[in-house]
């Protein structure tokens, strides 16, 4: 509902929605997420277009649609909002040591596009989501090759259906968390993800509670 007052409100107060090079949708969360982060970048709001001149740094377009969010090292504050979740044409999400707070929200399963997802080094709580007849979860990310949530405050097991064989999951860091358990991996799961997990979990088991070995299933 936020999100939907926030369009009707840029449309009402004159901002060209219907001639902007970005898709009114896009541009109503990316508002959205000005709104709400803290320390968000001077050149967000210099333009009414975010896709068009001066752009807004950190974002990247494609057709009119917003395809990556890159805002590592920002000083960004504030939750991982539900609204990122909106911007469904998005292949690339960065986020990279800033200091947004709060759990990772199921709404992410909606980047169906999504390839690289980089939320490492903020202060992030809670499980990884997966899932349920109730909610979904980050195992319907299945175009996602890359998945950095180390040096965070996650906790909880690691969910086998976060490495469904489905999935092209090749690159995975879950260290310097509070994670449990061992890695139950499907056996018809890309050999290119076996391999960096192992190679990382043996270096990094020292700063999670995971147990580093990999079981097949």
């Known amino acids: 509902m936020k999100l939907q007052l926030l369009f009707l409100a840029l449309f009402l107060s004159g901002i060209h929605v219907i001639y902007?090079?970005?898709?009114?949708?896009?541009?109503?969360v990316l508002y959205a997420l000005k709104d709400t982060w803290k320390n968000t970048l001077a050149s967000w709001g210099h333009s009414e277009d975010p896709c068009g001149l001066p752009i807004w740094e950190g974002v990247t377009c494609n057709n009119s649609r917003?395809?990556?969010l890159k805002l590592s090292t920002m000083d960004l504050e504030g939750k991982l909002?539900?609204?990122i979740g909106e911007l469904t044409e998005l292949t690339s999400l960065t986020l990279t040591s800033n200091n947004l707070i709060g759990k990772i929200l199921p709404?992410?399963?909606?980047?169906?596009?999504?390839y690289w997802l980089d939320i490492l080094d903020n202060m992030l709580i809670g499980p990884l989501p997966i899932s349920t007849t109730m909610a979904p979860g980050l195992?319907?990310?299945?175009?996602?090759k890359h998945f950095h949530f180390n040096k965070n405050k996650l906790s909880g097991p690691i969910p086998a259906k976060l490495f469904r064989s489905n999935m092209k999951l090749i690159h995975i860091r879950l260290d310097r968390n509070?994670?449990?358990?061992?890695?139950?991996?499907d056996p018809k799961a890309d050999q290119v993800l076996r391999i960096n997990y192992k190679i990382k979990s043996h270096e990094d088991q020292r700063s999670n509670t995971m147990i580093g070995a990999i079981q097949l299933g």
């Open 20 to 28: 902007s090079l970005t898709d009114p949708h896009d541009v109503a």
């Open 66 to 68: 917003v395809t990556a």
């Open 81 to 83: 909002e539900s609204d």
């Open 107 to 114: 709404s992410l399963s909606k980047l169906s596009k999504l």
């Open 139 to 144: 195992d319907l990310l299945l175009k996602a």
């Open 178 to 185: 509070a994670l449990t358990g061992s890695l139950l991996m």
